[in-house]
């Protein structure tokens, strides 16, 4: 992973931490395998994002996500990167059966990708798109406070770019008895 | 916080212009996939009328041969000037008023221009021309269009602008939307007047096509016909007052003809005449007609490349099932080839019926259905299938049997 991206993680985390303290708050870490449709091409890239939520009403929160390229993928010749993400959430989370409860997504999102040409010199490109995205998934409660999370996210640039996208997280919920915990 | 997630939503939407950049990688994967290490622009003319549009192409390829791909619609295009004239995103440029400007086509990193005119000078006259006023049967000719502008004061070439026509009531040939501008096809002898017409402006000029035909021959295609593989045939004429002979392919018009169902396909419109397209084994007979003559030649499908297997699906001698209500099953048979290709036979297999212990067990030969196994109750049947490849002197067939075995639950 470049430096720079994991620097830029950690910055995140700390005004996270700073707000830990109130209530109705949630954190996530999650890994993303995100693969992008571009000119009836594919490549694929994982994506580190981290998370904080907000639960305004039972069941009903709003999420703001950072996330940056883990790793990078290759079209022939042309190397693509995501440099970083970033998207805002509304999640409606259903009533846990037996610990687990569905959540379904609805948001918009920012992505920048980072594009350069093998042995050409200054072919690097940077490109920013931002669109819609919406995301299905269960969440698995491991102890009061701790989630498991994994779900599909798909994210609509324009016409002609759309990701499909895989998730496999943890979310930490600062007060299993408050808003978000429906019964 | 909810203040804060609606100041978020509107900075994310607001940040940048996504189609711009998505155009933009697009353009970069195309380059990647396509290998392309060069562009070039292609234009049909350099002057343009005002109020007038003008379809201009950016050819991608390698640095091996002259660029051929076209990849307009990918390309991103800019105007320098788009007082003087705009650029669509396809490429074609509309002239507005008078003046020169720069059209720019890029495809990620690789990139050409071309200076364009536009001219508000009225076309008075078109002149056409040609080098070949007097062509032999069958073969082509070129012909040019020059625009006289402004009274006499310019003469442009707008060949790729006009319209092409020839006079239809002689039957002598055509010009194809889809061919090189200006480029007349004749198919039979006789006298006719070419027309190129544009903005209501005229120019003709004569052309006679020679009643001197004598042969098509078809020659033997080096590519051996397969299912599901397509080969070229080439015609080429000889004629009557001289030892030169033509490809007269692209003149031509072709039919294929065959006693098997389904045998395949032979494409008779430009760009690409000639080509067959077999979709079974078998033998057929391709024919160009062009002048008033036709010549055919015998083609097989699947003659060199030897069967080596005959195969059903399902695949296995026997098949049991529980009889859970009326169904029907399909059996299909297959053959594969030398070059292990298969191809399915089953409407081409001879289907019988080896031996059964019930009558709820049947199973057709009939066309359409062939290889159809109606289940009516439990019991079994032992189905043989024979495959003659008519395209060998093998006379043995193959043969594969399989038993169905359908028992009470």
Not at chain 2, 152 to 165: F, K, P, Q
Request: glycine residues 8%; hydrophobic residues 40%.
């Amino acid at each position: 992973m470049h430096p720079r991206r994991l620097l830029f993680l950690l910055l995140l985390v700390l005004p996270a931490a700073t707000v830990a303290q109130t209530q109705n708050l949630y954190f996530a870490a999650s890994a993303d395998r995100q693969t992008f449709g571009v000119a009836n091409s594919e490549f694929t890239t994982y994506v580190g994002a981290l998370s904080i939520g907000y639960w305004v009403m039972a069941g009903v929160g709003v999420e703001l996500e950072v996330g940056t390229g883990l790793s990078d993928d290759t079209i022939n010749t042309l190397d693509l990167s995501v440099t970083s993400m970033l998207a805002v959430n509304l999640r409606l989370e259903s009533p846990p059966l037996d610990d687990v409860s569905a959540y379904v997504l609805f948001g918009a999102s920012a992505m920048a990708l980072d594009s350069g040409f093998r042995d050409v010199a200054n072919s690097s490109d940077d490109h920013a798109f931002t669109g819609i995205r919406g995301a299905i998934g269960l969440s698995l409660k491991l102890t009061p406070q701790l989630r498991l999370d994994g779900g599909f996210t798909r994210h609509q640039y324009d016409d002609e770019i759309g990701v499909n996208s895989f998730r496999f997280g943890v979310r930490w919920v600062m007060e299993p008895t408050g808003l978000g915990e429906l019964q | 916080m909810r203040a804060l997630t609606v100041a978020l939503l509107a900075m994310v939407l607001s940040a940048c212009d996504a189609g711009r950049d998505g155009r933009e990688l697009e353009t970069r994967v195309v380059v990647a996939r396509g290998g392309y290490t060069t562009v070039a622009i292609n234009t049909e003319a350099q002057v343009m009328e005002t109020g007038s549009q003008l379809q201009v192409r950016l050819l991608a390829g390698d640095d091996s041969a002259i660029p051929s791909e076209n990849v307009s619609d990918t390309a991103i295009w800019r105007s320098s000037n788009s007082a003087v004239a705009t650029v669509s995103d396809s490429g074609i440029v509309t002239g507005l008023t008078d003046g020169t400007v720069r059209i720019v086509g890029e495809l990620g990193p690789l990139r050409d221009e071309v200076d364009i005119r536009v001219s508000s000078a009225e076309l008075s006259e078109i002149r056409v021309s040609t080098d070949n006023a007097l062509i032999n049967e069958c073969s082509s000719a070129s012909f040019t269009a020059m625009g006289v502008y402004g009274g006499d004061a310019e003469l442009r070439n707008i060949t790729g602008l006009v319209d092409w026509s020839v006079s239809a009531a002689s039957g002598v040939g055509v010009f194809s939307s889809t061919d090189t501008d200006g480029l007349f096809r004749s198919s039979n002898a006789g006298a006719a007047t070419v027309t190129a017409a544009r903005n209501g402006v005229t120019g003709s000029t004569p052309v006679t096509v020679l009643d001197n035909l004598s042969q098509i021959t078809l020659p033997v295609p080096a590519d051996q016909l397969t299912p599901s593989k397509s080969v070229q045939y080439l015609a080429t004429a000889a004629f009557t007052d001289s030892e030169e002979t033509i490809g007269i392919t692209n003149n031509a018009t072709w039919s294929l003809t065959s006693d098997v169902s389904g045998f395949g396909t032979i494409d008779n419109t430009l760009p690409v005449k000639g080509l067959v397209t077999a979709s079974r084994t078998g033998s057929a007979t391709v024919t160009a007609a062009c002048g008033g003559l036709t010549t055919s030649l015998a083609v097989l499908s699947g003659s060199s490349t030897e069967v080596v297997d005959f195969f059903f699906d399902p695949s296995g001698n026997s098949i049991r099932r529980v009889f859970v209500g009326a169904t029907t099953l399909q059996l299909r048979s297959f053959v594969r080839f030398e070059d292990r290709t298969a191809s399915d036979v089953t409407e081409d297999s001879i289907w019988t019926v080896s031996s059964t212990t019930s009558s709820s067990l049947t199973l057709s030969n009939l066309s359409g259905t062939k290889g159809l196994l109606t289940i009516q109750g439990a019991g079994t049947i032992t189905v043989q299938a024979d495959y003659i490849d008519d395209s060998t002197d093998i006379t043995v067939p193959y043969r594969r049997s399989i038993e169905v075995e359908i028992f009470s639950p």
